[in-house]
T-cell receptor, first 112, second 119 residues
């Protein structure tokens, strides 16, 4: 059974700092891994999707890496801004079906 | 273009009543997902539809929960005889295509959710 863990659960940083969010998963048989952000009271916004054959994806100040063999992904946010404050979720889709398993998220607060 | 829409945005019901939640996916998206997010909890997968294939119902918590997708587009999640533990935000997502490639067409786009409160 796939389990997805995100560390840390919460993070507070000053504006401008570079930061790394971590996601680990127990079953390396995955189709893809997605990173989302969720703002309070809102739905989820997709940030990056990494296919199982890829090692990383980049979008603007965001870079996500995937190490399938060790069951890990990281989301790197460069030059953080107060607008980056949100909960970041990682989600893994396995090869055994279409179920997508989400981590509990990392709540990020960027102080101005 | 229009994103995923869900209705109602809020639903308050009494214990024991049936409720229907609606999801309109992005036009042309063949894959549709339902999730549940309880207070302080992560997202829990409920059910998945892909084209004309049989849905993956493995996440439905009990036989009180069912879902349909008519004409490969709009989906309805029905909860019968609601219980207080059913209170949660129900989220719907769609993607262009889901398949073995795991490619970018599998990016899931989420609706704003329906907040269900069972009194």
């Amino acid at each position: 059974k796939q389990e997805v863990t995100q560390i840390p659960a919460a993070l507070s940083v000053p504006e401008g700092e570079n930061l790394v969010l971590n996601c680990s998963f127990t079953d390396s048989a995955i189709y893809n891994l997605q990173w989302f952000r969720q703002d309070p009271g809102k739905g989820l916004t997709s940030l990056l999707l990494i296919q199982s054959s890829q090692r990383e994806q980049t979008s603007g100040r965001l870079n996500a890496s995937l190490d399938k063999s060790s069951g890990r992904s990281t989301l790197y946010i460069a030059a953080s801004q107060p607008g980056d404050s949100a909960t970041y979720l990682c989600a893994v889709k396995g090869t055994g079906g279409f179920k997508t398993i989400f981590g509990a998220g990392t709540r990020l607060f960027v102080k101005a | 273009g229009a994103g995923v829409s869900q209705s109602p945005s809020n639903k308050v019901t009494e214990k024991g009543k049936d409720v229907e939640l609606r999801c309109d996916p992005i036009s042309g998206h063949t894959a549709l997902y339902w999730y549940r997010q309880s207070l302080g909890q992560g997202l829990e997968f409920l059910i998945y539809f892909q084209g004309n294939s049989a849905p993956d119902k493995s996440g439905l918590p009990s036989d009180r929960f069912s879902a349909e997708r008519t004409g490969g587009s709009v989906s309805t999640l029905t909860i019968q005889r609601t219980q207080q533990e059913d209170s949660a935000v129900y989220l719907c997502a769609s993607s262009l295509l889901s398949g073995a490639s795991g490619g970018s067409t599998d990016t899931q786009y989420f609706g704003p959710g329906t907040r269900l409160t069972v009194l």
